[in-house]
């Protein structure tokens, strides 16, 4: 009897919204609303059973209004590639980015796809200062095409794009307003996806830097009074010799423990922060001061950053982790947002916040400074953040297209992956009962925050939620670079020791064939575009069919799996792409198969493929086919195969912006 | 010196109760301007007008000189030494006695300002650190005692005991509005501390002072510790107030003495003031 009112009320519900969404496309273009909710990773395997369940009701809602779909992803399904593809409306060929990370071919350093220091400020050198005078380019963006909302606010319709990824540095508007904040892609003030200071004063801790943080002894001065230093980024102002290693600024402070008690007063640049055991501190904004005389009015003379503490014990030993060094939004000079003082005004608003592009800290987690329950909490404060973000923008939304980004959906996946599914080979019976639900409370999260965006959406307004990508199982490790060394594609100068060659430093380039950098790309080490290129242009269609057929043939005797579902030909997928930047060959894993962390940076362990224990057990970056995202809106979608591509042509069309030639989507919404 | 701050707070007081519930920014302009109305007339009466009109009367005399004898260097260089000592004489006749008439008051009457506009009370449910420093000897016998928080106010974390520094740490967070009063026993002495949550444009302070002449000018409100107390000082963190003017967010001591310019060089035509 309930189940049949409940059916019947949500389809008088259907009908009312169709009708009313229907009646009113009379409206100005420009006067129309439509509300994108990004879900980074958002997948289908978990979300169907959470809606069978009833556990996430207004995406249930939204679905019976209109529809819902699984959507088609990037190759590869990486969120930097996932995201351009939204953003431009345009694959790779047009927005040249393949992998988290690509390499110069002419130098073979790998660098961060999505953006890079552009060129450096005219400068003086005094004594041992260099002074910028003037000029300088700061970061550059590197994803090319053009933001879809670029045409909305040409065409006049405000526009509001709330951490949308591989958007960094953020652009302008080109006609209407526009309100952004950057997102993933944004560094820390170290420059990279996150470093986390660790300090302990077990004096057995020696300093060291480990994957995504770095270690450091806390000096003891008395039995319960240490001192630190917080390290910082190399110091701008100081001239550097060719070869040398720049200083790093640093911070000095002190953490003093209660005799009795497990807390601590933590003394940094005048404040006192007191933490007792597993309490976080609010943002604390420092300021890195270069020493260069005058540096307190010099431009760069200081380093303005945020970061927040955590005292994870006060006893036997004092052990507190510091989140990477943040941009502080208020008083950086990096331009966070649009227009340029969003982000100091939202900070000004409500309260600073992690400016770094993906804030939750899993390298922590991997590396044991922080437990599973410290993970959560951490990830719980990001989320909570976003939330409170979200409710702000919406506060001050005063029309017109509107994109706001969650990517726990995406971080606590990929962490808690294997807490959830029994397939996964570090799948603990025990570890499950605790922490096999995180991920499906993140997800019934995100439906309270589609809640709210449901509460200001009017009937006639146009509301999707999607995802960049779903999720797999990663228990298996893949070593490319080995594989190619052992079946003959690269060669290195010496023997074979394990874990030696990261970033290729003994590869014998002369006979080397092909290599690997980053997640998914395979490069051929092609004559006159690789330094030191052998194979001919004339060479390269065979060995790339030879390669790809005996790529998709591996098989893990392990398991008996084939670990390699597609091995796609780049110029079969994207003919015409950047010949400079595009790989050959995009490796599409199988499920339950990745790049394993060494091959990335150009590792070659001994063993073919390992088993990935890493606390990141849950992946994308395989098949597309394998990891389709969602797409769930409130009016029918037409198309049937829908993909992130179309996203882009909808949003225009419904402003009735006709799709710019060089989009490769449709409009989901259209005939 | 307490019988002076009783005085001015009292005084603090009555200046400030016109404006009410009205926004800071407007008592803040208001007084400014009485300020500047002050100034000028204790200046006309405090001030060596007629020299002051003499040596302006000589500076206008040695400009026009420069300009009529422009290619004379003698002339030239004779009248720039001139300026140079009117100069010097305009700044001496203001200080003297003006500035020494006014000082004092203006010192008192500043301090009334900065404690209700450099911080501002807490708001329910913003944390505040409290920071209680003893003599070497109460601390030694004293480390453990509790703050007795009353209804309103909850430590969320402490004590923090710093033996070298003789000083013990609290972190409190407001639940309630009120005038609360946090509270500490020791050596059969009650030591007190204000601790003001929510409210208009109101006096606050952030320490409880000792007996230092400073320390009791910049901190009026409260008793000072006598030189026998176990406390040295009681600090807690209150916010800083913000007070933007006309959407300028400047410090509230900037803009005062901007103001009480503007105002006494717009009243100087009437109130016929010789600077």
């Not at chain 2, 176990?230 to 509230?252: F, K, N, Y």
Request: with cysteine; proline share 7%.
């Amino acid at each position: 009897m309930r189940a049949g009112f409940q059916l019947a009320s949500t389809i008088a519900v259907s009908i009312a919204l169709l009708v009313t969404t229907a009646s009113c496309r009379d409206e100005p273009a420009a006067a129309r609303r439509v509300f994108v909710l990004g879900m980074d990773g958002m997948d289908p395997q978990v979300l169907e059973p959470l809606l069978a369940a009833g556990r996430m009701p207004n995406f249930a809602k939204l679905a019976a209004a209109g529809g819902y779909k699984s959507l088609g992803t990037s190759i590869p399904p990486q969120s930097p590639c996932a995201w351009s593809n939204v953003i431009t409306g345009c694959d790779a060929r047009v927005h040249n980015i393949f992998d988290f990370i690509h390499r110069d071919p002419k130098t073979l350093q790998p660098y961060q796809s999505t953006s890079t220091t552009g060129d450096t400020a005219f400068s003086i050198q005094l004594s041992k200062w260099n002074i910028p005078l003037w000029g300088g380019e700061g970061t550059v963006l590197l994803r090319r095409g053009t933001p879809f909302w670029e045409y909305l606010t040409e065409a006049g319709v405000p526009a509001t794009v709330f951490r949308m990824p591989t958007q960094y540095p953020p652009g302008e508007s080109k006609g209407a307003e526009l309100i952004s904040l950057t997102g993933m892609g944004t560094p820390d003030l170290l420059g990279g996806y996150g470093q986390f200071s660790y300090f302990s004063s077990n004096p057995a801790t020696a300093r060291k830097t480990v994957s995504g943080g770095r270690i450091y002894p806390l000096k003891r001065k008395s039995r319960d009074s240490t001192a630190g230093e917080l390290i910082g980024p190399p110091n701008p102002m100081l001239h550097v010799e060719e070869g040398e290693q720049p200083d790093e600024l640093a911070i000095p402070f002190t953490v003093d423990r209660d005799p009795e008690y497990p807390v601590v007063r933590v003394g940094i640049q005048g404040r006192t922060i007191l933490l007792k055991e597993g309490q976080w501190s609010d943002w604390t904004r420092l300021s890195f001061d270069t020493g260069i005389p005058g540096e307190s009015v010099l431009p760069g003379g200081t380093m303005p950053a945020a970061c927040r503490f955590y005292l994870k014990a006060a006893r036997p030993y004092i052990e507190v982790y510091v989140t990477p060094l943040q941009m502080d939004p208020i008083e950086s000079s990096e331009q966070l947002g649009t227009p340029g003082d969003f982000a100091r005004q939202l900070a000004e608003d409500t309260g600073p916040f992690y400016t770094q592009g993906i804030p939750e800290d899993h390298s922590a987690l991997s590396e044991g400074a922080l437990n599973r329950d410290q993970y959560l909490e951490q990830a719980e404060l990001v989320l909570s953040e976003r939330m409170r973000h979200l409710d702000y923008m919406l506060e001050h939304y005063k029309g017109g297209f509107f994109f706001f980004y969650f990517g726990s959906t995406d971080q606590v996946a990929h962490v808690f992956w294997s807490e959830m599914d029994p397939g996964h080979v570090e799948y603990d019976a025990d570890v499950a009962e605790k922490y096999g639900q995180v991920i499906n409370r993140v997800y019934e999260r995100v439906d309270e925050a589609l809640g709210r965006v449901m509460e200001v959406a009017r009937p006639e307004d146009t509301l999707i939620v999607m995802s960049d990508h779903g999720f797999n199982d990663f228990s298996r490790g893949f070593n490319l670079n080995t594989w190619l060394l052992q079946n003959g594609y690269l060669a290195l100068k010496g023997n074979f020791p394990q874990d030696k060659y990261e970033g290729f430093v003994d590869v014998d380039w002369s006979a080397t064939r092909a290599y690997n950098l980053g997640i998914n790309c395979l490069y051929v080490n092609l004559k006159g575009r690789e330094r030191d290129g052998v194979v001919e242009s004339h060479e390269r269609d065979a060995l790339l069919a030879e390669l790809a057929a005996k790529l998709e043939q591996v098989v893990d005797p392990q398991t008996g799996q084939r670990v390699i579902a597609r091995a796609y030909r780049v110029d079969e997928i994207f003919p015409a792409a950047d010949p400079d930047i595009a790989p050959d060959i995009i490796v599409g894993y199988n499920r339950g198969y990745r790049a394993s962390w060494g091959t990335i940076l150009g590792k070659m362990p001994h063993e073919l493929i390992e088993t990935n224990t890493n606390r990141w057990s849950g992946d994308h970056c395989v098949a597309a086919h394998l990891v389709p995202g969602i797409i769930v809106a409130n009016r029918p979608m037409k198309v049937d195969d829908a993909d992130l591509l179309d996203l882009a042509p909808t949003i225009l069309a419904e402003y009735d912006i006709p799709k710019p030639e060089q989009m490769h989507g449709r409009n989901l919404f259209g005939d | 010196m307490r019988a002076v701050n009783n005085m001015m707070n009292l005084l603090g007081d009555l200046a400030f109760a016109p404006f009410g519930s009205a926004p800071p920014w407007v008592a803040l302009v208001a007084l400014s301007a009485v300020a500047g109305l002050l100034m000028m007339i204790v200046f006309k009466y405090t001030s060596y007008q007629t020299k002051l009109k003499a040596v302006s009367d000589r500076t206008r005399a040695d400009l026009l000189a420069m300009k009529l004898f422009k290619d004379d260097l003698s002339v030239t260089f004779a009248s720039q030494w001139d300026l140079l000592r009117a100069t010097g004489k305009r700044l001496w006749y203001s200080l003297w006695p003006p500035m020494a008439v006014m000082i004092v008051p203006f010192v008192l009457a500043i301090a009334q300002i900065g404690v209700r506009y450099e911080f501002r009370p807490l708001a329910i449910g913003e944390h505040a650190l409290v920071t209680l420093r003893l003599s070497e000897d109460a601390f030694q016998a004293n480390a453990g005692v509790p703050l007795e928080a009353p209804d309103g106010v909850e430590v969320v974390t402490g004590p923090v005991r710093v033996p070298a520094e003789a000083t013990i740490y609290w972190e409190v967070r407001v639940a309630g509005n009120g005038d609360h009063e946090l509270a500490w026993q020791i050596n059969h002495q009650r030591i007190l501390k204000s601790l003001p949550a929510n409210g208009g444009l109101r006096p606050v302070s952030p320490r409880r002072p000792t007996t230092g002449f400073w320390d009791q000018l910049l901190y009026p409100l409260e008793e000072p510790f006598l030189a026998t107390s176990p406390a040295r000082s009681i600090e807690v963190g209150l916010p800083q107030r913000s007070t933007p003017i006309l959407g300028l967010d400047i410090h509230w001591l900037i803009s005062f003495f901007v103001l009480s310019m503007v105002f006494a060089l717009l009243l100087k035509p009437f109130l016929k003031v010789q600077l």
